[in-house]
């Protein structure tokens, strides 16, 4: 089942779904926003996937191929997950903000660097959630952030999986 952003229930068979598409929007952000979330004001109510007559947003996309093409999704998951990273820093403030950010001398940087920088962003505020995350539960961390592999027990050092557990743990961030 997939609710969509009016109310609209689907029932989708796997015959359904087509292939992931390959779609890139690395020349045009603001198509990628309005496609990403029908659930806000910058959907456009249009997607290069279409079921039953109904467009689905990019933010649905994994939901369909998990299951039905999981196989065939995973070349499209890592261009999704920058997608992903590019609308949610979009969406913070203005378009205007957005490319006074990855603009150099008047000039946006071309996508393939604004991914970067964006991902250096969170690897610099992930690296500070999890110094936090230590300091915060200090001599329980070692019992708090563990994970099993092969039946044993083993403490996080994955910084990326250490902010997960922190944010579970606490519900910030």
Same mark, same amino acid.
Request: hydrophobic share 35%.
């Given at each position: 089942?997939?609710?969509?952003? @009016?109310?609209?229930?689907?029932?989708?068979?796997?015959? $359904?779904?087509?292939?992931?598409?390959?779609?890139?929007?690395?020349?045009?952000?603001?198509?990628? &926003?309005?496609?990403?979330? +029908?659930?806000?004001?910058?959907?456009?109510?249009?997607?290069?996937?279409?079921? *039953?007559? &109904?467009?689905?947003?990019? #933010?649905?996309?994994?939901?369909?191929?998990?299951?039905?093409?999981?196989?065939?999704?995973?070349?499209?998951?890592? #261009?999704? &997950? +920058?997608?992903?990273?590019?609308?949610? *820093?979009? *969406?913070?403030?203005?378009? !205007?903000? /957005?490319? =006074?950010? /990855?603009?150099?001398?008047? !000039?946006?940087? #071309?996508?393939?660097?604004?991914?970067?920088?964006?991902? @250096?962003?969170?690897?610099?505020? +992930?690296?500070?959630?999890?110094?936090?995350? *230590?300091? !915060?539960?200090? =001599?329980? /961390? +070692?019992? &708090? /952030?563990?994970?099993?592999?092969?039946?044993? $027990?083993?403490?996080?050092?994955?910084?990326? =999986?250490?902010?997960?557990?922190?944010?579970?743990?606490?519900?910030?961030?």
């Amino acid at each position: 089942l997939l609710q969509l952003g @009016d109310g609209t229930v689907l029932q989708v068979d796997a015959s $359904e779904i087509p292939d992931p598409p390959a779609i890139s929007f690395v020349h045009d952000i603001p198509c990628l &926003n309005g496609m990403w979330d +029908d659930h806000t004001e910058h959907w456009k109510g249009l997607s290069v996937i279409v079921i *039953c007559g &109904n467009p689905i947003a990019a #933010k649905y996309w994994p939901l369909l191929y998990r299951y039905s093409k999981e196989h065939q999704w995973q070349g499209t998951k890592n #261009k999704w &997950n +920058d997608w992903w990273v590019v609308v949610e *820093c979009y *969406c913070q403030g203005s378009p !205007e903000q /957005f490319w =006074a950010t /990855f603009s150099v001398k008047g !000039e946006h940087m #071309k996508y393939t660097t604004i991914i970067q920088k964006l991902r @250096d962003i969170r690897m610099s505020v +992930d690296s500070r959630i999890a110094e936090q995350a *230590c300091r !915060e539960f200090g =001599a329980t /961390f +070692d019992a &708090n /952030f563990t994970y099993q592999r092969g039946g044993q $027990e083993y403490v996080m050092t994955k910084v990326s =999986a250490i902010v997960k557990r922190y944010t579970e743990l606490t519900r910030k961030v």
